[in-house]
């Protein structure tokens, strides 16, 4: 097949996997072609099989602001027509399955069909979506969409209820490939993580975005407690706007010299396995893709009991689960799992054990292959 995919390129979850989608429809013998307005962060070099192709947006005194729905539209059309696509991938609704409606249309009146599925995320849903001004144009494009698919059940059912959608919606969760992300051999490890800990200290990590839905303060505050009773370091991945604030707050509990932003990383998958825990104490994920390739490094996440991510993180067993804002809680069970390593243990291979089993790209994959197909079927 040959599938043009459409993604936010920023450093956040819908681009990370449509990005990685991308990567593993090439590995597959699929032809790719990426259409944005920038190159996605993830995809580095030149793959067989994977093509890009950017979106002017032309500044006009008009215009207060540029229409990039509009331009995306025209450049949909026109790399479908000249590369010969067989359908559109759009990753989070807002305005990408709006420009794919109109980029179909664009099409249809020259006698060409072409169908386009879109990939709910979540803040397309939960937060952007559900702006007055944006509801009933984002109905609308899940509503025309040829396709619906969402990364978790909580998802189709937040999207079911508050749009009231009568397109059917197939759950296809995130995924992660086992084969990159995994553990490291210890004596690699070991020595790698030196670069962030001394020999004696645990290494605790964050990954996002850092927007305030990720409450990057509290990463700090968990760490603070969890700092005060064993020799540990704290790793933060990523950039955004709540980076100032959690900076500021770690000079403020004097945690300046055990704490290391380290900014926006192209290979986390070499980071995490140097971690010992994942803190992700979001107020909302419809997923948690960072904690699922946290998992697949044998890294178990603490994290909050919200969304989507009790579908993936099983309290106990691959994880902790704590409501929004226990902070206390976060940093008791933390110190309480980390000081009983039989059970520490335990948790890792279980976190990596049930990465492969329910999460691995190999399968999910060929899920969202059999759904093409399934629509290219049906026009």
């Not at 100032?244 to 300046?256: F, K, M, R, T, Y």
């Not at 904690?291 to 919200?306: D, F, G, I, Y």
Request: with cysteine; net charge negative; glycine share 6%.
């Amino acid at each position: 097949m040959r599938i043009g995919i459409t993604c936010y390129p920023t450093y956040g979850g819908s681009g990370v996997v449509a990005t990685e989608l991308g990567i593993e429809l090439a590995a597959l013998g699929h032809e790719v072609h990426f259409i944005s307005y920038s190159q996605p962060f993830r995809l580095t070099g030149r793959s067989e099989g994977i093509f890009y192709h950017e979106v002017p947006v032309s500044s006009y005194p008009l215009f207060e602001f540029p229409p990039y729905d509009l331009a995306l539209a025209s450049r949909m059309a026109e790399v479908a027509e000249f590369c010969n696509l067989d359908l559109l991938h759009v990753h989070y609704a807002i305005p990408h399955a709006v420009s794919a409606l109109l980029a179909r249309q664009m099409l249809e009146a020259r006698g060409r069909k072409l169908p386009f599925v879109t990939t709910l995320h979540g803040t397309d849903i939960t937060l952007v979506g559900l702006d007055r001004g944006y509801l009933p144009i984002t109905r609308f494009g899940i509503q025309e969409s040829d396709g619906v698919t969402s990364i978790s059940s909580y998802l189709r059912e937040r999207t079911l209820v508050d749009f009231n959608v009568t397109r059917p919606i197939e759950v296809i969760p995130n995924f992660v490939n086992c084969d990159v992300y995994q553990p490291m051999p210890e004596e690699e490890r070991s020595q790698a993580r030196l670069r962030f800990a001394a020999p004696d200290e645990l290494v605790m990590m964050h990954l996002s975005n850092f927007r305030p839905v990720k409450r990057v303060t509290d990463v700090v505050k968990v760490f603070a407690q969890i700092a005060r009773a064993v020799p540990a370091r704290l790793v933060l991945i990523g950039d955004g706007p709540d980076r100032s604030a959690a900076e500021w707050l770690a000079h403020d509990l004097g945690l300046n010299t055990r704490v290391q932003f380290i900014g926006k990383q192209d290979q986390v998958h070499k980071l995490l396995p140097l971690a010992d825990l994942m803190l992700m104490p979001s107020e909302q994920e419809s997923f948690g893709l960072a904690a699922l390739e946290a998992m697949a490094c044998s890294v178990p996440a603490v994290a909050t009991n919200v969304g989507g991510v009790p579908e993936l993180i099983d309290h106990g067993v691959t994880g902790l689960l704590y409501e929004v804002g226990e902070v206390d809680e976060m940093a008791a069970g933390a110190l309480e799992l980390l000081r009983d390593r039989a059970r520490f243990e335990e948790m890792r291979l279980a976190a990596r054990r049930i990465a492969k089993k329910k999460f691995c790209a190999n399968d999910i994959v060929k899920k969202y292959v059999e759904f093409y197909e399934s629509i290219l079927a049906n026009n």
